[in-house]
């Protein structure tokens, strides 16, 4: 165990003075889960007020088996992560193995194949899934961790379970949330990865993420991005979400070459107590929409 515990570290937790540990069965549990970080967020379903939070950062894993070891040690550690007596869980995961699928076109059963075009993947180590997004008429098909598929479906076996993929939450956050004049570029920008979102006329255009080696990285795709959608740089609007801070060296760097720049905010369906005032709004919007999407409830 203590060798385990240098390899995650809590960045930040938010424990509001409404939370309640007896209400367990009135909550809905968040769960977001990447290679290089996790966080979990708690909503009171009966206000939609976020009580709970926390962001973690995890070092030195290289492969999904060492993340899903992590993680059970992080849970066996846990305050609360283990209860069993949620009124739901959503566990959110944050990879590049996801295709988006048209409504239309989706059929159910089909996923490993959907995925093929997209992805490599692996039946063997892992399971298949997907989420419906509401707005896009899209579905988000999905792959992850096969033995933290099934570990979970153990350990949350008393209450409604439901899987979804990050890509689903921050398209859904943006096409319910969004209320900018025109036709912005949205950004979130993520650790170690950029999050792309076009949305016209409430339809989703384009959506992409891509991973960065260093700063510039960010710039590059952007200006591609622009590009590709016939967007002017000087007067296209860009809503940003993510860890980048308002007054930090890399915003300054990134507002050198990116114009009309707009920090987005929390998704209007939630409220947050005072406690929360001390994290920026744009922070974390993936976390935060993860119950716009309709996910599929897990047998």
Wanted: with cysteine; proline share 2%; net charge negative.
């Amino acid at each position: 165990m203590q060798q385990t515990a240098v390899r995650y570290k809590l960045i930040k937790k938010i424990k509001d003075d409404k939370f309640d540990e007896e209400n367990l069965h009135h909550y809905s549990l968040l769960v977001q889960l990447g290679t290089r970080d996790f966080q979990t967020a708690i909503v009171d379903t009966t206000k939609n007020r976020i009580v709970f939070f926390e962001d973690y950062v995890l070092s030195d894993l290289r492969s999904a088996d060492e993340v899903f070891d992590l993680l059970k040690e992080l849970f066996e550690s846990h305050e609360l992560l283990s209860a069993g007596f949620w009124k739901e869980v959503r566990f959110s995961i944050k990879n590049n193995k996801f295709v988006q699928v048209p409504d239309l076109l989706f059929k159910d059963g089909e996923e490993e194949e959907y995925l093929r075009f997209n992805a490599r993947i692996n039946p063997d180590k892992e399971e298949f899934l997907s989420c419906k997004s509401v707005k896009s008429d899209a579905v988000t098909v999905f792959a992850i961790h096969k033995e933290l598929y099934h570990w979970l479906k153990k350990l949350y076996a008393n209450t409604t379970l439901y899987f979804l993929h990050q890509s689903a939450a921050l398209i859904e956050g943006v096409l319910q949330t969004e209320s900018y004049a025109g036709s912005p570029l949205y950004i979130y920008v993520d650790r170690f990865k950029l999050h792309i979102i076009s949305i016209k006329g409430d339809k989703l255009v384009y959506y992409n993420q891509f991973a960065i080696q260093q700063f510039s990285d960010y710039v590059k795709y952007i200006m591609l991005v622009l590009k590709t959608l016939h967007m002017d740089q000087e007067t296209s609007q860009i809503v940003l979400w993510g860890y980048i801070g308002k007054n930090s060296p890399h915003y300054v760097e990134f507002s050198k070459y990116i114009r009309n720049v707009t920090f987005g905010q929390r998704p209007k369906h939630l409220t947050f107590g005072y406690m929360f005032d001390e994290i920026q709004d744009h922070h974390f919007f993936d976390l935060y929409s993860m119950n716009l999407v309709q996910p599929v409830t897990v047998s």
